[in-house]
């Protein structure tokens, strides 16, 4: 089965700054990979499919890339919402399997 | 607007069954997608249970399929978990989801006598 992996688990950030979130596959899934954010008490959120495809209604200030083996998520300007927990999943093999996470918050 | 919607019982015993449905809304699964059950213990990371496409083709985390199964009622536009056997330790928030989205909003299953 694929393995994620996430990197960092922990990122600390002040509002405005621009941050990045790596995900790891054990093997490649092509562009079949997602992320998600998640606040306390609440389901996760689709952000991107697709590697890069942004969800409906999700500022334009969150972008995904990468391809095969590793992606990124990256926000270009944090805002005061943003601090979550970011989960990559992959949906290539039938086996989908998400990342540890990783959680942002205020520096 | 696709919406989906968990329901079932939120206290179950040790060794009895959970069991929850998702009810899907403003999207026929005969469509298309595949449809997964996602749980989340409490304080942790999530878990992919398993999945089933229209088609009824399933696909189950290995470390839950023994005890899993999955299944689609097309003609209600809901699919279904049952997971046997439940410990502790599968007290969780499940979640319904469509791959690629969206999400219910979760239920908590909680494992206790």
């Known amino acids: 089965d694929i393995q994620m992996t996430q990197s960092p688990s922990t990122l600390s950030a002040s509002v405005g700054d621009r941050v990045s979130i790596t995900c790891r596959a054990s093997q490649s899934v092509n562009s079949w990979l997602a992320w998600f954010q998640q606040k306390p008490g609440k389901a996760p959120k689709l952000l991107i499919y697709?590697?890069?495809t942004l969800e409906s209604g999700v500022p334009s200030r969150f972008s995904g890339d990468g391809s095969g083996t590793e992606f990124t998520l990256t926000i270009s300007s944090l805002q005061p919402d943003d601090f979550a927990t970011y989960y990559c999943q992959q949906y290539n093999s039938y086996r989908f399997t998400f990342g540890p996470g990783t959680k942002v918050d205020i520096k | 607007q696709v919406q989906l919607q968990e329901s079932g019982p939120g206290l179950v015993k040790p060794s009895e069954t959970l069991s929850l449905t998702c009810s899907v809304s403003?999207?026929?699964?005969?469509?298309?997608?595949?449809w997964g059950w996602i749980r989340q213990p409490p304080g942790k990371g999530l878990e992919w249970i398993g999945s089933i496409y229209h088609s009824g083709s399933t696909h189950y985390n290995p470390s839950l399929e023994s005890r899993v199964t999955i299944s689609v009622d097309t003609s209600k536009n809901q699919f279904s978990l049952k997971l046997t056997s439940v410990v502790a330790a599968d007290t969780a928030i499940y979640y319904c989801a469509r791959v690629e989205g969206p999400w219910g909003q979760g239920t908590l299953v909680t494992v206790s006598s």
């Open positions: 697709k590697t890069s």
């Open positions: 403003g999207y026929s699964i005969s469509s298309g997608y595949y």
